[in-house]
């Protein structure tokens, strides 16, 4: 079983972190303008309760996409193995 260090750099190596950041920053912004907006509109507080819902629960599929995926200026694409030496599976497939 890899020790934490082992994990915690592999999660860099993933661009996890970065991933998790960008969308805290984003559902931030979003519950703001959101929030506005909906006293603007008359809507009441429990739709709001909705969108932080949504959002609490869509952050472990961010980290899951962060952890499989990386955004690089050609697109997204599939993060490559660590190096051609290890054969540790550390994808999140269930076989």
């Not at 260090?5 to 950041?21: D, H, N, P, S, W």
């Not at 559902?27 to 909906?38: H, M, N, P, S, Y």
Request: aromatic share 14%; charged share 20%; glycine share 10%.
């Amino acid at each position: 079983m890899p020790g934490l260090g082992e994990i915690v750099r592999e999660l860099r190596r993933r661009r996890v972190f970065r991933t998790a950041a960008i969308y805290i920053v984003g559902v931030w912004v979003l519950l703001e303008v959101i929030a506005l907006a909906f006293q603007s509109f008359g809507i009441p507080d429990t739709a709001l309760q909705y969108i932080w819902l949504a959002g609490i629960a869509g952050f472990p599929l961010a980290l899951i996409f962060g952890w499989r995926y990386d955004f690089t200026a050609a697109g997204i694409v599939r993060t490559p193995p660590a190096d051609g030496a290890d054969t540790t599976d550390l994808s999140l497939r269930n076989f």
